[in-house]
């Protein structure tokens, strides 16, 4: 059973559309991270949320964390074939950061 | 640079055969994790340490498992007797260990056991 759940699997858009990837779960979660992954690379850290509700903005991109600390959301605006990669987001499961559970991850890629 | 490095990044080894690979974590950082990934899916943690203790472990990681990170410095992981189920990305990650505890990980080492 996925402790964390991302929607959708794939997605593919072309350059310049915006959108939205999910990553949720029953569970709550001290605070999540998400990365982005390319072929053959580790995991590269995009942003960490700790506080429910909290928006944070990194360029085109805009993270969510809900409010009962269980779900969060990554927005791209206007796309660029450079954000394709495999988005995955990480919640850590006490406040010390021990056994990170991930998502299976969400594979963008955006067609010029 | 000083980013998480990990050696080799191939390896291909024939089953039954004894693999190790070696990790070089941030210098400042006193966390080290382990991570196996599959094509398709995300990161499985194996398990981490706590400058040179061995905090926790994943019951992924079988008898054929061994990590150790002597000096809290770099850390090692071998697999005893490979089975073509190890094959895999094994990636490693470092961290402060404070709240929020944000990892920052290696290139991985991709395992190929035929």
């Known amino acids: 059973t996925q402790l964390l759940e991302q929607s959708p699997q794939f997605l593919s858009i072309q350059e310049g559309e915006n959108l939205t990837v999910y990553c949720n779960s029953s569970?709550?979660?001290?605070?999540l991270q998400w990365y982005r992954q390319e072929p053959g690379e580790g995991p590269v850290l995009l942003v960490t949320?700790?506080?429910?509700?909290e928006v944070k903005k990194l360029k085109r991109l805009t993270f969510q964390f809900g409010d009962a600390r269980k779900d969060s959301s990554l927005h791209i605006t206007a796309a660029q074939p450079g954000d394709t990669g495999l988005y995955l987001c990480?919640?850590?499961?006490?406040?010390?950061?021990?056994?990170?559970?991930f998502g299976p991850g969400t594979r963008l890629s955006v067609l010029p | 640079d000083t980013g998480v490095s990990q050696d080799p990044r191939h390896k291909i080894t024939k089953r039954g055969q004894n693999v190790t690979f070696r990790c070089d974590p941030i210098?400042?950082?006193?966390?080290l994790y382990w991570y196996r990934q599959t094509l398709g899916q995300g990161p499985e943690f194996l398990t981490y340490?706590?400058?040179?203790?061995?905090?926790?472990k994943s019951r992924l990681l079988s008898d054929r498992f061994s990590a150790e990170r002597p000096k809290g410095s770099f850390s090692t992981l071998e697999i005893q007797r490979t089975e073509q189920g190890d094959s895999a990305m094994y990636l490693c990650?470092?961290?402060?260990?404070?709240?929020?505890?944000?990892?920052?990980f290696g290139p991985g080492t991709r395992l190929t056991v035929t």
């Open positions: 569970s709550v979660f001290s605070s």
């Open positions: 340490f706590q400058n040179e203790a061995q905090l926790e």
């Open positions: 949320v700790v506080t429910g509700g």
């Open positions: 990650a470092s961290s402060f260990g404070l709240d929020g505890d944000e990892q920052y």
């Open positions: 210098s400042e950082h006193n966390r």
């Open positions: 990480a919640g850590a499961r006490d406040n010390y950061g021990q056994n990170f559970v």
